[in-house]
């Protein structure tokens, strides 16, 4: 019991992800024909790889690597995570926009994304280093796309409370964390002593419960007709 709930303590955005995706299924039908409409994969996706990697680094036999050096390492579960997660929202905004050059521009983050992904893998192992600086080029890649969104908001004709739009708090949540994701992320590698000293992974895990209670936030206030 205790470790269970020293595992809620220590690991509260697991069951946060479980309980959004909860609350994202219930909600569905808002978004069902939208471009989140995968958003309930990506969720229960999120739960799983969480949940894995925490399996990975607390017990043996869910260990990848059998040399005991790496015998924790959890960073793949992490490296691939990374590479779906930006995929999924580099679609997700291709999708919503709607001036052809927007679009465009979100094929080439695209592209860039991948590549940066690719080349880190000549210079850091996926087994047991994250590929940080690719994760940093694909979270500055996806702040632009959703720069673009709000750039076309602003111009939209029609005019619904932000309040009831899925999007828009899908996108304020996705803004807060990404923010923060490129500097802890750096810090954290390039300058772990200062990081272990002053927290900095602290920050990390608060804009990630806003993040996701942001979505939550989404899923029950939105509204199906005003969804863009």
Known sequence: MKEFYDFLINFYT???????????????RIYVDTPLKFFPI??????????????????????????????????????????????????VYWQILQLEKHKKWVVYGV?????????????????HISLYYADIISSLILL?????????????????????????????????????????FYVGHELPTVASQNGVFDVLMIAVLFMYVCFIAGAIFGRRKTFR
């Open 14 to 28: 697991i069951p946060l992800y479980l309980i959004t995706w909860i609350v994202v299924i219930f909600r569905y």
């Open 42 to 91: 990506f969720v229960i996706f999120t739960f799983l790889s969480e949940m894995l990697g925490y399996l990975i680094w607390r017990f043996d036999e869910f260990q990848f690597l059998t040399d005991d050096a790496y015998s924790n390492h959890n960073v793949i579960v992490y490296n691939i995570y990374a590479l779906v997660s930006f995929q999924f929202f580099y679609h």
């Open 111 to 127: 592209f860039t994304s991948i590549l940066a992904f690719s080349i880190s893998l000549f210079f850091q192992n996926p087994f």
């Open 144 to 184: 632009i796309c959703i720069g673009l969104y709000i750039h076309e908001k602003r111009t939209d004709k029609e005019k619904y409370p932000t309040k009831h739009n899925l999007m828009f708090w899908t996108s304020l949540g996705l803004t807060i964390f990404y923010i923060c994701f490129p500097i802890v």
